[in-house]
Every structure is written in C-alpha cells, then in structure tokens.
C-alpha cells in the first residue's frame, strides 16, 4: 500500500511568487493533516480535514496560508504570496481516525524555500 | 506551558549499546495516546511505537519499547541494540484529541 505522498518534494521560489504544495493521503484514511517543521519553532499543526472538511485552521499563520480538500485523495496548502520566513518543510499527514490510538503516517515532506 | 518536553539536546551511544531518551508530558484528559516518530537526515517522519494512557503493560515494538511511567507523566523510549541506522532525530508526541503536539525533539547519534 502506498504511503502518503506529497508534491513536489523541493520547491525553491522567489518572493511574492504564489506556491502550491500537494497532498494524497493514505486510501481510506478520514484524517488529513498539514504541518509545518522549522528549527525555530519545530512541528506546528497548521489545518487538518476530516472526510474532506476543514476542522481546525488555527494554526494556520495568517491569510497568506489557504488549503483545501476537494476529494478524499487530494489536498493543497497554497500560500500566495510567498515570503522568505515561509521557508520551511511542510509535511502532510493522514490517519484513518482521530482517537488517541489512531496513527498519523506522514509523507515525505516538501522543502520549500523561499528567496 | 509545553504539553511535551524533551530536555536532553543530544544523545551519543555506541553501536549495540541500549540508550534511553527521556519524555515528559502534561494533560489533564486521562485518555491520551504517546507516540514516537524518528527523523532520519532524509528527512522523513518514521512512526516507531504507541502507547495509550489506559495500556497496562509497556509498548514494545522489535528493538524499541516505551517505559511509561503515568504517574511521573513520563514515557521514555528505549532503543535496545543500538545500530548506526538509528542515528537520528526522535519526536515524542501526545494525542488527546484530534490533534498530535509534538516535543523538540532529540538529536540521537550511534558511534561505531
């Protein structure tokens, strides 16, 4: 079975140029989840799904920062326009459920950097 | 106040030595679920074992189990017959809902 796979898994971009990252999640998993890695801050939770619908968006860091699900195989997290403190890796997540012993399996992360 | 806490900044151990990296963690919910992920220099996030806040018995899982301790709130991973292969990062995390907070993290190099 194929894990989570995310596009593309390097991205270098100048500022202001808009970015789009993508997301296929484990087949049958419910959850989604994307998140961002930094030195500074390390994993922040930025949004996550739930049968394709956006339950929690607060970490999300402001209004540059937008995603969506439109099927249960497919998201993207946009940031439009992009900034050099945007630089980071972006990981996307999925489990099948949300209870405490449900498993999040993460993709390989995109490198974004951001000029 | 940090839900997870991983104080140690890096680890060294030889090669088929056992090491132990330390996790302490805060809530209030009596369910809750512990997991550990490893971050090679690949960069990829590796879940390696979980352990839920009502299991009686500590995780194990091949060369990796979990000393929790709940009453301390601690929940430690031990890495038994340490390979060069397990030079990495490791993430403690606590799940009480929907959500997975995560530690710093802790940087864990093998010598040959």
């Known amino acids: 079975d194929a894990g989570v796979i995310q596009s593309p898994r390097h991205e270098v971009t100048e500022m202001g140029q808009e970015v789009t990252l993508r997301c296929k999640p484990i087949?049958?998993?419910?959850?989604l989840f994307w998140y961002r890695q930094t030195m500074m801050r390390g994993l922040e939770l930025l949004i996550y799904?739930?049968?394709?619908?956006?339950?929690?968006d607060s970490g999300m860091p402001e209004d540059r920062f937008s995603a969506k699900m439109p099927n249960a195989s497919f998201s993207t997290l946009k940031i439009q326009p992009s900034e050099p403190r945007d630089s980071a890796v972006y990981f996307c997540?999925?489990?099948?459920?949300?209870?405490?012993?449900?498993?999040?399996?993460f993709g390989p992360g995109t490198r974004l950097t951001v000029l | 106040a940090q839900k997870i806490t991983q104080t140690q900044p890096g680890m060294f151990v030889q090669e088929k030595e056992a090491v132990t990296l330390d996790c302490t963690y805060d809530?209030?919910?009596?369910?809750?679920?512990l997991f550990w992920y490893k971050q090679p220099s690949s960069g990829e996030m590796i879940f390696l074992i979980y352990?839920?806040?009502?299991?009686?018995q500590n995780a194990t899982e091949g060369r990796y189990s979990l000393n929790f301790q709940k009453a301390r709130k601690s929940a430690n991973l031990v890495i038994s017959a340490s390979q060069l292969g397990d030079s990495a990062m490791y993430f403690c995390?606590?799940?009480?809902?929907?959500?997975?907070?995560f530690g710093k993290g802790i940087t864990l190099s093998v010598r040959p």
């Open positions: 995390a606590m799940r009480e809902d929907s959500k997975l907070t």
């Open positions: 809530t209030s919910d009596p369910s809750y679920g």
């Open positions: 799904f739930n049968n394709n619908v956006p339950i929690d």
């Open positions: 087949s049958g998993h419910d959850y």
């Open positions: 997540a999925s489990s099948a459920l949300a209870r405490i012993t449900d498993t999040q399996y």
């Open positions: 352990q839920g806040s009502y299991d009686q």
